[in-house]
C-alpha cells in the first residue's frame, strides 16, 4: 500500500472545522460522518459548542473510530454532553466513575442495565478519544478502561445485594456482621491493564456457609450463587442498549463445571490439592475488584501463597513454554498468526517473560510480587535476570503493542486481537497511529514483534533440544539390546521409538499407575510390539499407540480391557494405523473402548430406526429431570455411534455416500431426543402452551440447514439450524402451575435445546451448533414464528437466504409444522424470479467466496473453494433450483445435492451427461475429504489428481454461470 495522499476537510458544520490532514482514502467516509451529525443535529435541534480542541481533534478520532463516529452521529447530545462538562479534556480522578454511578437512581434490575449501558457508551467514546486525540497516554487509557470496570461492577453488585437481602434476608458471620461475596478480577483487570473491548475474568467466593432465616432455609450458597448469577446477568446480557463488559467466569475452580461460587475452605481446598499449573500463571494478576473487601484480605493470602512458592520454581519454564506452544498450534490452526495478542512476538509473550520470573523466583524476590507488567519487566532489569537493553525494549515494545492493539479494538469496539484485512481498516489504524501508510506500519510492527520474539526465544530457550536418553532407559524391559530387539520387529528409526517409550514411561499417567495397573501394562505391552511385525510402518502406529495409552493410563480399566481382548487390542492397533484422527478420537473419549471388543457390530453402523432403538433404551434409564445425565448420555451414544462409522469407514466396510447418511442419522436421531426432553422438561414446569398435547403437536420444529439439510454431514461437522414454531397467540398463556407466554415457553426451549447440544461438558459437546442462517442472523430471535419465518423469507431475505433455503430440511419436532415448513419452502423456492438478475447474484456471492475462502497455494487444489470445486456445483445447483422450481416444482422435493442434479437433469435445465458429471465429481471430492479429516490434513490436494473432474466442472460452471 502507497503513503496516503491527504486532503483537507473543509467544514460541514460549525463549529466543527477541520484543520487536520486526513488520508484522502478516508475522505469520503469521513464526510459521510459529519453529513450524518449534521443532520442528525438539525432533527434534535441541537448545536455542537464552539471548541477548538473538538475541531483539532474531531477528524483523526473519527476517522480512526467507525465506533465513535457512530454513537456521535446517533447521539450528539452525548457528545455536546462530554465538551460542555469538560469531560473530554479532562484527566479523570479515581473515584469519578463510582461517583458519578452513586449519583444514579435506578430501581429495578432493568433501570440498572439501562443506567450502566448507557453510562458505559458515554466513557468509552470518551476513554476513545482521548486516546486517538493524543491526549491520554497508554497508561491512563488501561487505568480509565479498568476503574470504569471497577465502578460498575461494585455499583451492580451493591444494588443487587440490597435487592436480594430485601427479598431473602441477609447472610451474616457468626458475630451477626453482613456478609458480602468477595469478586476476584483476573488477568489484565486485576493488574490494571484492561484494553479497550476486553472482556472481564471473574472468579467468586464467600467466607463461610450459612442458612438463611427465610421460609425455604436458603442456604448462602444457594444465595450467593443467584446474585452472581444475576450480576454476571446484568453486566454481560446484550440487550438494545448493548452490554457492559462482556464476563467470564469460567477461570473459577473447576471451570464450566464446577460451582459459581465456592467458600473460602472450599477454594483453599482446590487450590492447594487440585489446581493445575497454569491456574498460577492465571492468578498473579487476581485483584479483589468489588464486595466486602476486609473479609477478602485472608483468601488474598492463600492465593499470594498459592501463587509464589518459598523454593525456586523452575518447571515454570516448562509449563509456561507449552501454554505458548498450545496458543501457537491453534493460532496457525486458524491462520491467525497476525494477532499481536497471541502471535509471535505480541503482548503475550512479554507477559509469560515477566510471568516466569515471577512464578521461579516471586518466592524469595519479594519485589516480583507485583500485577503490571511494566513494574515487572523494570525490576527484571534491576535484578539482572534480564539486561537492562532487553528490559527497557520490552517495556518500549509492549507500550507500542498495547496503543496498537486499543486502536485496532476501538475501530469498531470489537473484542479482536488480529491485524485488520479491509483496505479501509488498514488506513485507518495506520493513521491512527500516525504513520505515513499501512506499509511503514507493518514495518515498524514487525520490528518489535521481531525483538519481543528473540527475547522470548532466549529466555525460554526454545532451540533447545531435550538431551538424550540413556538406552538402558529406554527399553520397556531395560535389556542392553533393545535397539537390536526394535529392528527385529520393523522398526526403521530405533531411536525415536526408544525415545517416545521413555517418555511414555516417564509421562505422568504412567508414573502414578498403581502397582496392580503397571502389571496390566507389563502384560499388555508385549501383546503391542508383537503386534508391530503386521505393519509396514510401525514406527508411526507405535507412536499413536503410545498417545492413546498416556491419555487412558489413569483408568486402568481400559488397559485391561485390551490385555484380556486380544481382538479389541487388533482392531484397536488397525484402526491407529489407518488414521491419526482416530487416535485422538479413541484417546479423548474411552468410553468407546467397549465398542472394540465385538468386531462385527463394530463395523456396521445402525440404521436410522436401530439408532432412534438403542437411544431410547439408553435414555430410558436416565432420570428425566436430570438434565445433566441426559446430556452425558448423548453424548455418549454419540461417541459410540461415530467410532463404528469411522471404523467401517476406515475399512472399507461401507461407501462414502453411506457415511454421510449414517453421520446425519446419528445426529437426527440425537437432535429429535434432545427436542423430546427438553420439551417434557419444560412442559412439566410450565405446561403446555394451548393447542399442543404430549403426543408430539409440539408446534415446534428444528430445520436442519447445510450439510445437516443436504444429509451431507462429515466427521467434526457443525449443525446449521433454525428453531421455528406455530401457535394462534404469542400471549396466551401455558397450561399449568407457573404459566408464561407461549412465545417465553418456546424460546425457552429454543435455549434448552441448544444447550443440550453445544454445551461443552468433561464429556464432551455433541455438536457445535450455528444458528446465523436463521432470519435475521445473530441479531435474530432464537426461535421464529412459522408465519414471521415466510414474511421474512418473501420479502427481507437475500438471495444467499434462498440459495440456502434450496437445503432446508424438517428434523424434528411437530409433524404439522413440518407440513406447513415444507409448504412455505416449496412456495418460496418457487418464487418467479428473474433469471440473469439471479445468476449475477449467485454468481457474485460465488466470487466473494472464492476470492477471500479459497486455499491459494501453487499446485494445490482446494477442494471446497476452488474453481471447479464442491462450491461450484452446490451454486450451480442451487441457481438451478432458484430459476426453474416455479415451472418444475418437483425441485423443491429433496434438499441433497445428487438428488436435486437428478432432478435438474429430469427439468432439462442439465443434460442428463453434465448431471452425471457433476455427481460423480461431488461425491468424488466428498470422498477426498473424508479421507483427509481422518489423515488430519486440510481440505486441499494435488491439483493433478482431480485435473480431469476440476476442469470438467470449471467447464460447466463457465457455460451455466458466466454465459
Not at 316 to 335: G, M, V
Not at 413 to 424: A, C, G, R
Request: with cysteine; hydrophobic share 45%; proline share 3%.
Amino acid at each position: 500500500m502507497s503513503a496516503f495522499k491527504v486532503y483537507r476537510v473543509e467544514s460541514l458544520m460549525h463549529p466543527v472545522e477541520s484543520a487536520q490532514a486526513v488520508p484522502a482514502e478516508l475522505q469520503e467516509i469521513h464526510a459521510a460522518n459529519l453529513q450524518k451529525m449534521t443532520e442528525r443535529l438539525a432533527e434534535l435541534n441541537l448545536a455542537l459548542p464552539n471548541s477548538p480542541a473538538l475541531a483539532e481533534s474531531l477528524p483523526r478520532v473519527w476517522c480512526s473510530s467507525a465506533f465513535v463516529a457512530e454513537q456521535c452521529g446517533k447521539s450528539p447530545d452525548l457528545l455536546i454532553d462530554l465538551i460542555d462538562s469538560g469531560d473530554l479534556t479532562r484527566v479523570y480522578q479515581e473515584t469519578v466513575y463510582s461517583d458519578r454511578l452513586n449519583a444514579l437512581a435506578v430501581d429495578s434490575e432493568s433501570a440498572l442495565m439501562f443506567a450502566l449501558r448507557k453510562f458505559r457508551r458515554r466513557e468509552m467514546v470518551r476513554i476513545a478519544w482521548r486516546d486517538l486525540a493524543g491526549w491520554s497516554d497508554l497508561q491512563e487509557t488501561l487505568m480509565d478502561l479498568s476503574q470504569l470496570a471497577d465502578a460498575c461492577i461494585r455499583f451492580a453488585l451493591d444494588f443487587l445485594y440490597r435487592q436480594a437481602t430485601e427479598k431473602r434476608g441477609t447472610p451474616v458471620f457468626r458475630d451477626g456482621r453482613p456478609m458480602q461475596i468477595i469478586v476476584l478480577g483476573m488477568g489484565k483487570l486485576g493488574a490494571y491493564e484492561l484494553n479497550y473491548s476486553s472482556d472481564i475474568d471473574l472468579i467468586f467466593a464467600f467466607p463461610e456457609e450459612g442458612v438463611l432465616q427465610d421460609r425455604k432455609e436458603t442456604t448462602y450458597s444457594e444465595f450467593f450463587t443467584r446474585l452472581c448469577q444475576s450480576l454476571v446477568r446484568v453486566l454481560d446480557d446484550i440487550t438494545v442498549d448493548g452490554f457492559v463488559f462482556r464476563t467470564d467466569i469460567r477461570l473459577r475452580p473447576y471451570g464450566d463445571s464446577g460451582a459459581v461460587i465456592m467458600t473460602f475452605d472450599g477454594m483453599e481446598n482446590y487450590y492447594l490439592t487440585q489446581a493445575r499449573e497454569w491456574e498460577r500463571y492465571a492468578m498473579i494478576k487476581a485483584r479483589q475488584v468489588a464486595g466486602d473487601f476486609e473479609a477478602g484480605k485472608p483468601l488474598m493470602a492463600m492465593l499470594q501463597a498459592f501463587v509464589y512458592r518459598r523454593y525456586l520454581d523452575y518447571g515454570a519454564f516448562e509449563e509456561l513454554r507449552s501454554l505458548k506452544r498450545q496458543i501457537t498450534q491453534e493460532l496457525k490452526r486458524k491462520d491467525r498468526m497476525e494477532n499481536v495478542k497471541l502471535g509471535p512476538g505480541g503482548i503475550r509473550e512479554i507477559e509469560f517473560i515477566g510471568q516466569a520470573f515471577q512464578l521461579i523466583r516471586g518466592g524469595k524476590e519479594k519485589s516480583l510480587q507485583v500485577r503490571g507488567i511494566m513494574d515487572v519487566l523494570k525490576r527484571l532489569g534491576e535484578l539482572n535476570l534480564l539486561t537492562a537493553e532487553d528490559a527497557e525494549q520490552l517495556q518500549r515494545s509492549y507500550r507500542f503493542l498495547r496503543i496498537v492493539e486499543n486502536h485496532i479494538q476501538q475501530y469498531q469496539d470489537k473484542q479482536t486481537h488480529d491485524l485488520p484485512v479491509s483496505f479501509e481498516a488498514r488506513v485507518a489504524l495506520a493513521f491512527s497511529l500516525g504513520f505515513a501508510g499501512w506499509d511503514d506500519f507493518k514495518r515498524e510492527l514487525d520490528r518489535v514483534r521481531g525483538a519481543v520474539h528473540e527475547v522470548f526465544g532466549q529466555v525460554f530457550s526454545l532451540g533447545k533440544q531435550e538431551s538424550p536418553q540413556e538406552a538402558g532407559r529406554l527399553a520397556w524391559s531395560g535389556d542392553s539390546d533393545d535397539a537390536e530387539w526394535l529392528k527385529a520387529y520393523g522398526f526403521a528409526d530405533v531411536e525415536a521409538t526408544l525415545e517416545n517409550l521413555a517418555a511414555f514411561k516417564d509421562s505422568a499417567p504412567v508414573r502414578r499407575l498403581t502397582a496392580k495397573g503397571a502389571a496390566v501394562l507389563d502384560r499388555l505391552m508385549p501383546q503391542v510390539f508383537e503386534a508391530m511385525r503386521e505393519f509396514e510402518q510401525p514406527d508411526e502406529v507405535f507412536r499413536r499407540v503410545l498417545d492413546i495409552f498416556t491419555a487412558v493410563a489413569g483408568r486402568t480399566v481400559y488397559l485391561t480391557l485390551l490385555s484380556e481382548n486380544p481382538q479389541a487390542l487388533s482392531l484397536l492397533l488397525r484402526l491407529a494405523a489407518a488414521s491419526p484422527w482416530i487416535c485422538r478420537y479413541l484417546a479423548q473419549y474411552p468410553v468407546v473402548f467397549d465398542e472394540l471388543i465385538d468386531a462385527r457390530s463394530l463395523f456396521a453402523p445402525l440404521n436410522k430406526k436401530d439408532l432412534a432403538a438403542q437411544l431410547e433404551w439408553l435414555l430410558h434409564a436416565a432420570d428425566a429431570e436430570d438434565l445433566e445425565q441426559v446430556m452425558i448420555r448423548l453424548r455418549q451414544f454419540k461417541q459410540q455411534q461415530v467410532l463404528k462409522v469411522v471404523a467401517a469407514d476406515l475399512m472399507g466396510a461401507i461407501p462414502l455416500m453411506v457415511v454421510s447418511d449414517y453421520l446425519t442419522y446419528i445426529a437426527e436421531s440425537i437432535v429429535e431426543k434432545t427436542v423430546e426432553r427438553a420439551w417434557l422438561a419444560l412442559v412439566q414446569k410450565h405446561g403446555t402452551p394451548p393447542g399442543c398435547d404430549s403426543s408430539g403437536q409440539s408446534g415446534f420444529a428444528v430445520i436442519g440447514l447445510g450439510k445437516f439439510g443436504g444429509i451431507e454431514l462429515g466427521y467434526g461437522s457443525d449443525l446449521d439450524l433454525v428453531f421455528i414454531y406455530d401457535c394462534a397467540d404469542d400471549n396466551a398463556l401455558t397450561l399449568g402451575d407457573k404459566p408464561i407466554s407461549t412465545a417465553q415457553f418456546y424460546g425457552r426451549l429454543g435455549l434448552r435445546v441448544r444447550h443440550i447440544l453445544d454445551t461443552k461438558m468433561l464429556s464432551g459437546v455433541l455438536y457445535e451448533v450455528d444458528m446465523r442462517l436463521r432470519p435475521n442472523g445473530d441479531s435474530g430471535l432464537l426461535v421464529c414464528h412459522i408465519k414471521g419465518y415466510e414474511a421474512y423469507q418473501k420479502n427481507q431475505a437475500w438471495t444467499w437466504e434462498h440459495q440456502a433455503l434450496v437445503r432446508g430440511r424438517f428434523i424434528a419436532g411437530d409433524p404439522k409444522l413440518k407440513a406447513k415448513y415444507e409448504a412455505v419452502r416449496h412456495l418460496i423456492l418457487s418464487l418467479p424470479r428473474d433469471a440473469e438478475a439471479l445468476k449475477k447474484e449467485v454468481r457474485d456471492m460465488r466470487e466473494k467466496m472464492r476470492a477471500t475462502l479459497v486455499e491459494k497455494e501453487s499446485g494445490k487444489f482446494d477442494l471446497k473453494q476452488g474453481k471447479g470445486g464442491i462450491a461450484d456445483i452446490e451454486f450451480i445447483v442451487q441457481y438451478g433450483v432458484l430459476s426453474q422450481a416455479a415451472k418444475y416444482p418437483a425441485l423443491t422435493t429433496y434438499t441433497d445435492n445428487v438428488r436435486q442434479l437428478d432432478g435438474l437433469a429430469e427439468a432439462g435445465f442439465l443434460s442428463k451427461e453434465n448431471a452425471e458429471t457433476l455427481k460423480a465429481a461431488y461425491c468424488a471430492y466428498r470422498d477426498y475429504g473424508h479421507k483427509l479429516v481422518l489423515q488430519d490434513d486440510r481440505a486441499v490436494i494435488d491439483t493433478a489428481e482431480v485435473a480431469a473432474l476440476s476442469a470438467k466442472v470449471g467447464e460447466l460452471w463457465d457455460k451455466i454461470m458466466e454465459a
